[in-house]
T-cell receptor, first 112, second 117 residues
Framework: AQTVTQSQPEMSVQEAETVTLSCTYD???????LFWYKQPPSRQMILVIRQEAYKQQNATENRFSVNFQKAAKSFSLKISDSQLGDTAMYFCAFDNNNDMRFGAGTRLTVKP | DTEVTQTPKHLVMGMTNKKSLKCEQHMGHRAMYWYKQKAKKPPELMFV???????INESVPSRFSPECPNSSLLNLHLHALQPEDSALYLCASSQEVRGGFRDQPQHFGDGTRLSIL
């Protein structure tokens, strides 16, 4: 079974600074997808970034980038130039053939 | 604005009531999902429909009954729920690729916050 671990329940960062959220996972599969989702208090799950396991190049999406280490089964999210609107719960997720598993989440607070 | 629409946004019901949660998407997605999310917890997968057929049932109690009338709609029928079933119920959809590896993420609705009295 796939498991996803987020070891940081809460984090905070000053506006305009950079923060990194950690995620590790365990799987025996070779092809899969990894995602970071953001869930603000409005409760909608919003896709932040995704990474295909067979691609070595780390995904980037504007201020968001990942550090994907397949051998170490690590998938961290870096947020650059943090903005107040980035305050939310962040979930790391592993998806293999429609079976999505989420980590416990990291609550990120961006402070002015 | 979300492309996956869930109704109602809030639902309060007694343990003997029968109600339904609805989910609709018009993105042409052929995979649809129900998740349950308790407060301060990650979403937990309940059901997956692929091409209108139930493909995954994560050992969900029979008091939850999913239905996929067509490729755009997904319902979750509720009957004789327990107080511990109070949670946020999220619907999601994604493109589906037969015989290939899916390349699209799941799009989520805003959820229905369900309270069981």
């Amino acid at each position: 079974a796939q498991t996803v671990t987020q070891s940081q329940p809460e984090m905070s960062v000053q506006e305009a600074e950079t923060v990194t959220l950690s995620c590790t996972y365990d799987t025996s599969e070779s092809n899969y997808y990894l995602f970071w989702y953001k869930q603000p208090p409005s409760r909608q799950m919003i896709l932040v970034i995704r990474q295909e396991a067979y691609k070595q190049q780390n995904a980037t999406e504007n201020r968001f980038s990942v550090n994907f280490q397949k051998a170490a089964k690590s998938f961290s999210l870096k947020i650059s130039d943090s903005q107040l609107g980035d305050t939310a719960m962040y979930f790391c997720a592993f998806d293999n053939n429609n079976d999505m598993r989420f980590g416990a989440g990291t609550r990120l607070t961006v402070k002015p | 604005d979300t492309e996956v629409t869930q109704t109602p946004k809030h639902l309060v019901m007694g343990m003997t009531n029968k109600k339904s949660l609805k989910c609709e998407q018009h993105m042409g997605h052929r995979a649809m999902y129900w998740y349950k999310q308790k407060a301060k917890k990650p979403p937990e997968l309940m059901f997956v429909y692929s091409y209108e057929k139930l493909s995954i049932n994560e050992s969900v109690p029979s008091r939850f009954s999913p239905e996929c009338p067509n490729s755009s709609l997904l319902n979750l029928h509720l009957h004789a729920l327990q107080p511990e079933d109070s949670a946020l119920y999220l619907c999601a959809s994604s493109q589906e690729v037969r015989g290939g590896f899916r390349d699209q993420p799941q799009h989520f609705g805003d959820g229905t916050r369900l309270s069981i009295l």
